[in-house]
């Protein structure tokens, strides 16, 4: 998180501080602020992008270096000089002196270095009343109740009394032959009961601690837990150097082999945060007078409720209510989503039909993206009793649940390669989980707006909506 929040607050400190020191140097009234937003941002917003490309470059964003306030004041510090010389360099080249007094340049490179310092030492307080309440504890669940517990939690004592760690329980197959309690940890359930305790309570690494000799029931049991939105990790009976470099997690001094990955890391998921915050406020602003004209649309011409609600599956295969726009009759609508719905389905109101038609039924689900509860872009929203074949998704489809390591979107992967409609078998329904498990696996921001784009382009065109 705050390798996503501290670059924002360079930014605007950078480019405020040149507004500031510009507006207090022309000696501007009140009545006119934009003279001085006219010279003072094309050099903030350079120094600003600089700052970032170069503070990046040097790695002082990741938390490691964040934690560590001298050190990271006087590289910023470094850094920012570096910026300075660059632009007086530019400065130089173009002959810009004119247009940039020095005084003004002088002033506006002094306080954004007070700047820089007084937000590091805030952000120092910051972490350390984060630390204290324990926000930046990770929660550890180990599967095997064997000696190799008694190594770790020794291990996280060792390493600090506050620990970055708690291990929140032990969980073991064999659970009518363990004692209830081991080094002073819980024993919880078995496997499947951790899958549950995971879709209940806050887990962020799983660590088998059972035997490498025991490798088929290892495979097992990473195949069951993939499907978690968290870190998998195996503690390792071979020397730990030959391990590869990449492949280990450190859970403070204890080296673990890396077996799955959650899909986004902290940093990944404050950006898509902010990407569906600004996007959904947006698009919902855009979309309002269209949204208007539907829910009046659907209102005067058919009994029954504008929207329409329905349980589906969300993050972590939460339940979550989803909206839309009514679009078929009241009396035979399908709240469970068992019943599919087919190409001229009797069920759908002629207003229904053209909402359906351009996706206009799924604005309502912004307001979704906006409570939190969905994405723009994922894996569609299914609802909970949705079957293929007479059966139910997880019943026939392996690693379904695994789409659940993001939250549902509006759009996404599967929908703009053409897998979006009705559902006639399972080998369809398979071919949509693998354009699912691919989006939730390599996930970036511009495959998001990509996806949106082309999204925007099908609604005109698709047929498959209906």
């Known amino acids: 998180m705050f390798s996503v929040i501290v670059p924002l607050v360079d930014f605007a400190l950078i480019v405020g501080c040149a507004y500031a020191t510009r507006l207090l140097h022309l000696e501007v009234v009140v009545e006119d602020l934009l003279t001085p937003a006219l010279t003072a941002l094309p050099l903030g917003i350079l120094g600003g992008a600089l700052f970032l490309l170069a503070a990046n470059g040097a790695r002082l964003y990741t938390f490691k270096k964040l934690i560590h306030t001298g050190p990271n004041i006087a590289w910023s510090l470094v850094v920012w000089g570096g910026c300075l010389m660059g632009m007086s360099a530019l400065g130089y080249l173009f002959a810009l002196g004119d247009s940039y007094p020095r005084t003004w340049t002088l002033a506006w490179a002094t306080l954004v270095a007070v700047a820089l310092v007084t937000s590091r030492v805030v952000l120092r307080g910051v972490i350390l009343w984060a630390t204290r309440r324990g926000l930046f504890r990770q929660r550890l669940a180990?599967?095997?109740?064997?000696?190799?517990?008694?190594?770790?939690?020794?291990?996280?004592?060792?390493?600090?009394?506050?620990?970055?760690?708690?291990?929140?329980?032990?969980?073991?197959?064999?659970?009518?032959?363990?004692?209830?309690?081991?080094?002073?940890?819980?024993?919880?359930?078995t496997v499947d009961d951790l899958l549950d305790y995971?879709?209940?309570?806050?887990?962020?690494?799983?660590?088998?601690?059972?035997?490498?000799?025991?490798?088929?029931?290892?495979?097992?049991?990473?195949?069951?837990?993939?499907?978690?939105?968290?870190?998998?990790?195996?503690?390792?009976?071979?020397?730990?150097?030959?391990?590869?470099?990449?492949?280990?997690?450190?859970?403070?001094?204890?080296?673990?082999?890396?077996?799955?990955?959650?899909?986004?890391?902290?940093?990944?998921?404050?950006?898509?945060?902010?990407e569906d915050k600004i996007l959904g406020l947006l698009l919902l602003l855009i979309a309002?007078?269209?949204?208007?004209?539907?829910?009046?649309?659907?209102?005067?011409?058919?009994?029954?409720?504008?929207?329409?609600?329905?349980?589906?599956?969300?993050?972590?295969?939460?339940?979550?209510?989803?909206?839309?726009?009514?679009?078929?009759?009241?009396?035979?609508g399908d709240l469970s989503g068992q019943r599919r719905t087919v190409r001229n389905d009797p069920r759908i109101t002629p207003v229904g039909r053209v909402i359906r038609r351009f996706s206009i039924d799924e604005l309502p689900q912004l307001l979704n993206v906006i409570r939190g509860?969905?994405?723009?872009?994922?894996?569609?929203?299914?609802?909970?009793?949705?079957?293929?074949?007479?059966?139910?998704?997880?019943?026939?489809?392996?690693?379904?649940?695994?789409?659940?390591?993001?939250?549902?979107?509006?759009?996404?992967?599967?929908?703009?390669?053409?897998?979006?409609?009705?559902?006639?078998?399972?080998?369809?329904?398979?071919?949509?989980?693998?354009?699912?498990?691919?989006?939730?696996?390599?996930?970036?921001?511009?495959?998001?707006?990509?996806?949106?784009?082309?999204?925007?382009?099908?609604v005109l065109v698709d047929r498959q909506a209906y």
């Open 142 to 189: 180990v599967v095997g109740a064997t000696p190799r517990v008694i190594d770790l939690v020794a291990g996280f004592a060792e390493e600090n009394p506050e620990a970055d760690y708690e291990v929140v329980g032990i969980f073991d197959d064999r659970i009518n032959r363990v004692p209830p309690r081991v080094s002073g940890i819980p024993v919880l359930g």
């Open 198 to 274: 995971c879709r209940r309570q806050l887990v962020d690494v799983i660590v088998i601690a059972l035997p490498w000799a025991a490798e088929g029931r290892n495979a097992t049991i990473v195949r069951q837990l993939r499907e978690l939105p968290v870190d998998i990790s195996l503690v390792p009976d071979l020397d730990t150097s030959l391990l590869p470099p990449r492949g280990v997690l450190w859970l403070g001094k204890i080296p673990t082999m890396l077996v799955s990955r959650r899909p986004l890391t902290d940093e990944q998921l404050t950006v898509k945060w902010i």
């Open 373 to 458: 509860d969905m994405s723009i872009v994922g894996p569609r929203a299914h609802a909970v009793a949705m079957t293929v074949g007479g059966r139910y998704y997880d019943e026939v489809v392996a690693e379904y649940a695994a789409r659940h390591r993001v939250k549902p979107g509006i759009t996404g992967w599967a929908q703009i390669n053409g897998s979006r409609g009705e559902i006639e078998n399972v080998a369809q329904a398979e071919e949509r989980l693998r354009y699912d498990l691919y989006y939730v696996d390599n996930w970036s921001l511009l495959r998001d707006l990509r996806i949106i784009a082309i999204t925007a382009l099908l």
């Open 288 to 332: 309002s007078p269209v949204m208007v004209t539907a829910a009046l649309a659907v209102k005067l011409t058919s009994k029954g409720p504008i929207l329409f609600e329905q349980e589906r599956f969300g993050f972590n295969q939460k339940t979550i209510r989803v909206l839309k726009f009514r679009s078929m009759y009241v009396d035979k």
